[in-house]
């Protein structure tokens, strides 16, 4: 099924990776990244906007949170009553909603110090995949906020543009998230088993990930994962979480408005450089005698790459006026 209007692609896989990875770097998004839970943020957002009605989500949404951080909760009643919200809008409805919850709720509450971790295997040349049980919809914005081009999430059904509120496709959630990396990788032509491999988690839930990489990380973990971690001598990583005192918009305005795509080509291959940019942004258009020209020509008529430049951008912006 096509995607709708406003979606990006699921997992596409590049164009061509150019020289084949030696290295990927897998993290979790909510309390790991991300000081909080996108799913139940969302709906406490949607509760305050008088988009959902109070009473009977508030209870429910608290009681999802609680079952899945102690790891009891099913993972299709999970998804199902996330993805719910979504029923009767189509992508393009949800936007103006979905653009204030990326600056008002998710960006002040990612910590310098994730930023940091992901950013590291970014400049490193790692392949950097954000892997979630969040739903794309929501998630997608996140991870192209944070510069990383390869998001694996839950999927959420869309029949004639609108969200039907069911989820399609294998959930994106415990052994879920194992299924779903392999075959995302194989689409690439590539093994995790041929690959250097390190993920990093907070949840017990994400036991099956962190069990098959060379490398687990466990973030600010649960307690059950805490447990797990000290057993199998995992290393434990504490991260500094501040959360800005008012949650408001750090970008009341797009900062994408009025920028063309040529400048974005420009300042980032200058910014970057070729190479570099190939590797961040694996499309062939970056890595086979890159070019302006060359590049607008291909970014102009394929959706997914576009996008994953414009994510690119902001992240450019971003580290820029952190530099100066």
Avoid at 73 to 78: H, K, L, P, Y
Avoid at 145 to 163: C, K, M, N, R, S
Avoid at 165 to 175: A, F, K, V, W
């Amino acid at each position: 099924m096509a995607p709708a209007q406003g979606m990006t692609q699921p997992e596409m896989p590049p164009e061509s990776m150019g020289s084949a990875p030696s290295r990927i770097a897998l993290f979790d998004l909510d309390h790991t990244l991300l000081s909080g839970d996108s799913d139940v943020l969302w709906i406490d957002f949607l509760i305050d906007r008088n988009v959902l009605d109070g009473p009977s989500f508030s209870r429910r949404n608290a009681e999802m949170e609680e079952r899945y951080k102690a790891g009891t909760v099913n993972a299709q009643e999970f998804a199902d009553f996330f993805v719910g919200t979504l029923a009767g809008r189509n992508p393009a409805q949800w936007e103006p909603l979905r653009q204030a919850f990326l600056t008002q709720q998710i960006i002040p509450r990612l910590p310098d110090d994730a930023l940091r971790l992901v950013n590291a295997h970014l400049n490193a040349g790692d392949l950097v995949v954000l892997t979630t049980a969040t739903n794309r919809f929501i998630t997608e914005l996140t991870a192209q906020y944070l510069g990383i081009a390869h998001l694996i999430a839950t999927e959420p059904e869309v029949q004639d543009g609108v969200f039907t509120g069911r989820t399609q496709g294998q959930l994106n959630m415990r052994e879920g998230k194992v299924v779903r990396l392999i075959a995302w990788l194989e689409g690439m032509g590539l093994k995790l088993e041929e690959l250097q491999s390190i993920a990093y988690s907070d949840s017990i839930n994400d036991l099956p990930l962190l069990s098959v990489v060379e490398r687990a990380v466990a973030v600010d973990p649960d307690a059950k994962l805490l447990n797990e971690a000290t057993q199998r001598s995992w290393q434990i990583l504490r991260l500094q979480r501040t959360v800005q005192s008012k949650l408001e918009p750090v970008q009341p305005k797009n900062p994408l408005h009025g920028v063309t795509l040529e400048k974005m080509v420009t300042e980032l291959s200058a910014y970057f450089g070729w190479v570099a940019l190939g590797l961040r942004t694996p499309v062939r258009c970056f890595s086979h005698d890159p070019s302006v020209k060359s590049s607008l020509k291909f970014l102009r008529r394929t959706p997914w790459a576009r996008e994953k430049v414009e994510g690119l951008y902001l992240f450019m912006l971003r580290e820029r006026r952190r530099a100066s």
